[in-house]
Structures are given as structure tokens and as C-alpha cells.
Nanobody
Framework: QVQLVESGGGLVQAGGSLRLSCAASGRIFSGYSMGWFRQVPGKEREFVAAISSGSIWTNYADSVKGRFTISRDNAKNTVYLQMNSLKPEDTAVYYC???????????????WGQGTQVTVSS
């Protein structure tokens, strides 16, 4: 099975930036649309951003539009999330997963990585 490893999280002040990485191993995901999700304890996991296999199409949750940018490097089996102008409400554990497409952004794999913690202080 594909293994998904998220990294790049940390503690940052409001207005700061972070770049998250999602590395896939076990299989090449160059043919898959990929997405980022986030979850706060006690709440459901929510969609954040999506990118098509060839990086032509992207989609973002309204809450992050204009601040976050998703990208990918298929040669490295890695998808990125550049997070700028971070707000305290962005605090969550961030996960990546294969998605159906950039419109139907539901996760495909039933398994998730460990996620990476992003904490934004005010």
C-alpha cells in the first residue's frame, strides 16, 4: 500500500508562513489528483486544497483562498502546500491523500499518514 508522510509543520506567529510536504512511497502518484486536509480535535477532517495529476487544475477551500498554494513534483512523488498569511484558525493537523478529482475532493485511500501539526499563535 502507498505510504503518505507529511512534514513541515511547526509553530508560527499569525501572518507567518510554512511549507508542508507530503511524500508518497510504495507507488508513484503522478497519475493521481492529490489533496490536503486538516483536522482539529473534536471536529471532522476538512478539505483544504486539491491539485490534478498534471498540476493544471487546483481547488481551494474558501477559508484559504489567496493564502495557500498547492503544488507538486511528480518526479519526487511529493505534493506541497505553501501556507502564507497564517491565521490562528489555521491551527490543525494537516494530512494529504489521493482524491477523486479537484471538484469532488473526497479522499480515496482509507488510510492516512501521521499528519503534521501546524500551530499558529496570535
Amino acid at each position: 500500500q502507498v505510504q503518505l508522510v507529511e512534514s513541515g509543520g511547526g509553530l508560527v506567529q499569525a501572518g507567518g508562513s510554512l511549507r508542508l510536504s507530503c511524500a508518497a512511497s510504495g507507488r508513484i502518484f503522478s497519475g493521481y489528483s492529490m489533496g490536503w486536509f486538516r483536522q482539529v480535535p473534536g471536529k471532522e477532517r476538512e478539505f483544504v486544497a486539491a491539485i490534478s495529476s498534471g498540476s493544471i487544475w487546483t481547488n481551494y477551500a474558501d477559508s484559504v483562498k489567496g493564502r495557500f498554494t498547492i503544488s507538486r513534483d511528480n518526479a519526487k512523488n511529493t505534493v506541497y502546500l505553501q501556507m502564507n498569511s497564517l491565521k490562528p484558525e489555521d491551527t490543525a493537523v494537516y494530512y494529504c491523500n489521493r482524491i477523486r478529482n479537484t471538484v469532488v475532493t473526497e479522499a480515496i485511500y482509507d488510510y492516512w499518514g501521521q499528519g503534521t501539526q501546524v500551530t499558529v499563535s496570535s
